[in-house]
């Protein structure tokens, strides 16, 4: 497996311990619908939870949630409207980054709640 991979999968296992330290419940990880992943699903505060993780190996470039682009955005929404759908889910919805980032032996992980808005149809 490539570096940036274990990359990814070390930041997203990060994210999820940390959200989960954190109250949050964790229903899923990388949870696909044709061909769309959600990095992670939990619940808060009768929130539905839908994080974005993005790990970076450095912020000298751009920080990991300026990577986020509009039809990324549009892509998590439908993606998050087909698992209320197919799990029956009443629940205000809220869309959520994680920033992971390595720090020598540590992670710098910031959170950043109501990251965006869906944007109307």
């Known amino acids: 497996m490539a570096q940036h991979n274990d990359l990814?999968?070390?930041?997203?296992?990060r994210a999820a311990a940390y959200l989960s330290k954190n109250g949050y419940t964790i229903l899923e990880q990388n949870w696909t619908y044709n061909h769309k992943e959600i990095d992670l699903i939990a619940t808060k505060d009768d929130y539905l939870i839908i994080a974005e993780i993005k790990t970076r190996s450095t912020e000298e470039w751009e920080h990991p949630q300026e990577a986020i682009t509009n039809a990324k955005i549009r892509y998590l929404v439908d993606a998050t409207e087909a698992y209320i759908l197919m799990n029956d889910i009443d629940m205000e919805v809220r869309f959520d980054v994680v920033s992971v980032i390595p720090k020598g032996i540590d992670w710098k992980i910031e959170h950043i709640e109501e990251a965006f808005y869906p944007p109307l149809s």
């Open 8 to 13: 990814g999968k070390e930041g997203e296992a």
